[in-house]
């Protein structure tokens, strides 16, 4: 079992930077693939970004490339979303979840999710 816990959301100007992370529980998490989606409210969950157990390979959705990045310090078992350039677009819930063996985009392959941190971004 595997507990996961985000942080850092809050409200945001358009244009503005905001840091979300992700705290992990266990000893073995830099064997797991990490994610980050978002959901805003009255539409599906959606992939924004993921990253590989030794972090080095990341991979994101167009939406958000070259404005958000994803990072990981596998000593302090906390996964990173740094996102720059805001959108209001940007407003949803930001989850984190884990996975094992492989990466993915699709939010069925992962098992392990946070409860969500809020992220707003206003005009």
């Known amino acids: 079992q595997v507990q996961l816990v985000e942080s850092g959301g809050g409200l945001v100007q358009a244009g503005g930077s905001l840091r979300l992370s992700c705290a992990a529980s266990g000893r073995t998490f830099s064997s797991y693939f990490m994610g980050w989606f978002r959901q805003a409210p009255g539409k599906e969950r959606e992939f924004v970004a993921r990253i590989s157990g030794s972090g080095g390979f990341t991979y994101y959705a167009d939406s958000v490339k070259g404005r958000f990045t994803i990072s990981r310090d596998n000593a302090k078992n906390t996964v990173y979303l740094q996102m720059n350039m805001l959108k209001p677009d940007d407003t949803a819930v930001y989850y984190c979840?884990?996975?094992?063996?492989?990466?993915?985009?699709?939010?069925?392959?992962?098992?392990?999710w946070g409860q969500g941190t809020q992220v707003t971004v206003s005009s």
């Open positions: 979840a884990g996975k094992t063996i492989g990466g993915s985009s699709y939010a069925d392959d992962y098992g392990y």
